[in-house]
Nanobody
Framework: QVQLVESGGGLVQPGGSLRLSCAAS????????MGWYRQAPGKQREVVAR???????YYADSVKGRFTISRDSAKNTVYLQMNSLKPEDTAVYYC??????????????WGQGTQVTVSS
C-alpha cells in the first residue's frame, strides 16, 4: 500500500509564507513525477506546480516567481515553498505523485489535502 501524507497548511496573512510537505511511504519501487494541485471552493482542481524525477519543474502562471517546488528523493518527499501569498491562493492543496510500487504498474496517487487560508 502506498500513502501520501501532507503537512504544513494553515492560516497566513497576505504577503506571508508557508511551506507544504508531502511524504510518500509504503511499497515503493520508483517515484516519477510529483506535484501539487489546489482546489478552491466552487472551482475545479488545478495544477500548481510539478517536478520530474530529473528535477525539471513546471509552474502555473498564477504562482510563477512566488512558489518553488522541490523534492528530496532520499526521503520520498516533495515540498512547496509558497511566498508572497495572496487571498486568491486560498484553497485545499493536494499532493500528487506517479508511483510504481514493487511488482505493479505506475499509477497516480493523491494525498488527503491540506487547507491553506490567506486572510488578514
Amino acid at each position: 500500500q502506498v500513502q501520501l501524507v501532507e503537512s504544513g497548511g494553515g492560516l497566513v496573512q497576505p504577503g506571508g509564507s508557508l511551506r507544504l510537505s508531502c511524504a510518500a511511504s509504503g511499497n515503493i519501487f520508483r517515484i516519477n513525477d510529483m506535484g501539487w494541485y489546489r482546489q478552491a471552493p466552487g472551482k475545479q482542481r488545478e495544477v500548481v506546480a510539478r517536478i520530474t524525477r530529473g528535477g525539471s519543474t513546471y509552474y502555473a502562471d498564477s504562482v510563477k516567481g512566488r512558489f518553488t517546488i522541490s523534492r528530496d528523493s532520499a526521503k520520498n518527499t516533495v515540498y512547496l515553498q509558497m511566498n508572497s501569498l495572496k487571498p486568491e491562493d486560498t484553497a485545499v492543496y493536494y499532493c500528487n505523485a506517479q508511483i510504481q510500487p514493487y511488482g505493479m504498474l505506475n499509477s497516480d496517487y493523491w494525498g488527503q489535502g491540506t487547507q491553506v487560508t490567506v486572510s488578514s
